[in-house]
Every structure is written in structure tokens, then in C-alpha cells.
């Protein structure tokens, strides 16, 4: 039985994913800090799929996270097929408004624990000739957006990142792929306070279940990134063609719009 280790497991796409490679008969270890919830879908997954679970609580916008994270699956004795780097959180506001350690443990969770992440289960799948890896970006991944500085510029990291580091693997049977999803209906708006824009609506929003399944197809398909919903992917390429100074001032635009 393959296993797949998923970040910020608890709810939302992270949780989606968890379903979903239960389905196709995965052992999964689930990680998120809430450790009753963690629990409560490790136990409806074995309930509904037969499937063997683990859950690990950590805290991954701490330094430390990772490293704990990946010595008590070591200490397990259990070997990672998967990786699935979707923890992150969003924020919203001017910079010189924000609260700073807030911005900083994005910054931490969103950029430096998944590279990390990657870094310490690498270099064991490149060794062993076989593994894949999906880094969670946004659509915000492919242009700046201000009232969200830190954690677009986190997203654009995510892809770049993903980009280089899948190149890095050609001919070592190890993939990267970066999910690029636009606005989903999950608990990312009110968290990042921007439950009372127009962004955040709900009729525009994709469930979290169509992205994982997207998610989990370009990953198989050992895809470089996807993009879910042909609206969202048209979004991330037309700025291409604009100024960026332009494009700027459209993505403030529609982030400053309110429900
Ligand atoms: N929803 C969207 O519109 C959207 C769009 C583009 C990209 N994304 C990306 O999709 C990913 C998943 O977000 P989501 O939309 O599913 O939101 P969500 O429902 O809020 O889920 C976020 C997950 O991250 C975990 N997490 C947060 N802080 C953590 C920490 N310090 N350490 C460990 N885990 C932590 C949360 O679990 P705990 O609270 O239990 O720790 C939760 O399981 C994120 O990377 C987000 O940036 C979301």
C-alpha cells in the first residue's frame, strides 16, 4: 500500500485530498495542528474506505515544524509515496498596516516549511527512484496582488519554486506539480479576513473536491502545474499580455470590492 503524507489535512482542499487518495486505497498521514479534527476524518476515512490512517499534530508555522514532522515518520518506520504540501493561510490589508508576526508566520508556513518539507523528503524518493510532490499555489501565483503583498508573492514562490525543482527531477522518476487554484469554498476567506469581499462570494467559488481531483489527475499525470476551472486558467494567462504595472492595478481593483 502506497502512502500519501498530507499538510493542513483538517479541512478545506487538504482534507479533500485526504478523501480522495483514500478512495484509490492510500495509507494517509494527516497533519495540521487541530489535532481533534484531524482525528474525527482520520476515523471517518477508516469508516468509509477501510484505509489505514495517521495523524500527526504540528504546528508548521513554527521552524521546527518540519523537521518534527518528518522525525516522527521516521521514527515510524514509514516511507512517503506522496507528498502533499497544501498548508497555508492567507491575510489581507496594506503591509504598512499589518500586523508583523502575523505576516512573518505566513511567510513561514506558506514559503520556508514547504520548501523544507520537500527538501527532507526528497532526497529519499530520488533514491529510491520513485514519489511525487504537489505544492498548493493560487491563481495569485502567476501576478502580483496588492492588499495580499506577502501572500501572493508567497504563491508566486510556490510555482517558481515548483517549476525549477520538477525540472531538477527529469529522468530521477520523481515529479513536482504545482495546483494553482483560484477561489474555493473553503475556510481561507474568513481566516484570511476577507470573508466581506466580493472575491469570497460564493457563487463564484470552486468546491474543494473538484480542485483536489484536479490536483490529484495533473499529479498522476506528473503535470509541472495546473491551473482548476478554464475561467480560473484564462485569469492567469491574459495578464501576460498587459503591462504589469496594468495588471497591478486591476488585481487591487477586484480584491478591494466588497460583497
Ligand atoms: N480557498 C481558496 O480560495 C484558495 C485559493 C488558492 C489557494 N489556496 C491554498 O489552498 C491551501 C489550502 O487552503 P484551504 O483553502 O483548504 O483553506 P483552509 O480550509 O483554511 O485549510 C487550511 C489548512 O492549513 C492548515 N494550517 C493552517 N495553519 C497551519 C499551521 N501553522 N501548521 C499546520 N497546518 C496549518 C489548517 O489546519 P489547522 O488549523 O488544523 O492547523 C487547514 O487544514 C492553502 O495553501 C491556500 O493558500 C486556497
Not at 489535532?35 to 477501510?50: H, T, V
Not at 510532490?133 to 514562490?157: D, E, H, M, Q, R
Not at 491551473?227 to 480584491?255: A, D
Amino acid at each position: 500500500m502506497k502512502t500519501v503524507l498530507i499538510t493542513g489535512a483538517s479541512s478545506g482542499i487538504g482534507k479533500a485530498f485526504a478523501e480522495l487518495f483514500a478512495k484509490n486505497n492510500y495509507r494517509i498521514i494527516l497533519a495540521s495542528r487541530n489535532e481533534e479534527k484531524l482525528d474525527l476524518i482520520a476515523r471517518q476515512l477508516e469508516i468509509s474506505y477501510g484505509v489505514s490512517t495517521i495523524t500527526i499534530p504540528v504546528d508548521l508555522a513554527q521552524s521546527s515544524g518540519p523537521v518534527l514532522l518528518h522525525e516522527r515518520l521516521q521514527e515510524l518506520g514509514i516511507q512517503i509515496d506522496v507528498l502533499i504540501n497544501n498548508a497555508g493561510i492567507g491575510s489581507f490589508g496594506l503591509l504598512h498596516e499589518m500586523d508583523v508576526s502575523s505576516e512573518l508566520e505566513m511567510l513561514q508556513l506558506n514559503v520556508h516549511s514547504l520548501s523544507h518539507l520537500m527538501m527532507l523528503f526528497l532526497p529519499a524518493m530520488v533514491q529510491r527512484g520513485s514519489g511525487h510532490i504537489l505544492n498548493v499555489g493560487s491563481t495569485t501565483s502567476f501576478y502580483p496582488c496588492p492588499l495580499s503583498a506577502n501572500y501572493s508573492a508567497s504563491k508566486a514562490f510556490v510555482l517558481s519554486f515548483t517549476e525549477s525543482v520538477a525540472n531538477e527531477l527529469q529522468g530521477t522518476g520523481v515529479t513536482a506539480t504545482a495546483l494553482c487554484p483560484g477561489p474555493t469554498g473553503t475556510e481561507f476567506f474568513r481566516t484570511s479576513k476577507m470573508d466581506g469581499q466580493s472575491v469570497a462570494n460564493p457563487k463564484g467559488l470552486m468546491s474543494p473536491q473538484a480542485v483536489a481531483e484536479v490536483g490529484y489527475k495533473a499529479l498522476m499525470g506528473k503535470r509541472t502545474f495546473v491551473v482548476p476551472g478554464f475561467q480560473n486558467w484564462i485569469l492567469t494567462q491574459v495578464p501576460r499580455f498587459f503591462p504589469r504595472k496594468f495588471v497591478t492595478r486591476v488585481t487591487r481593483s477586484v480584491l478591494e470590492q466588497k460583497l
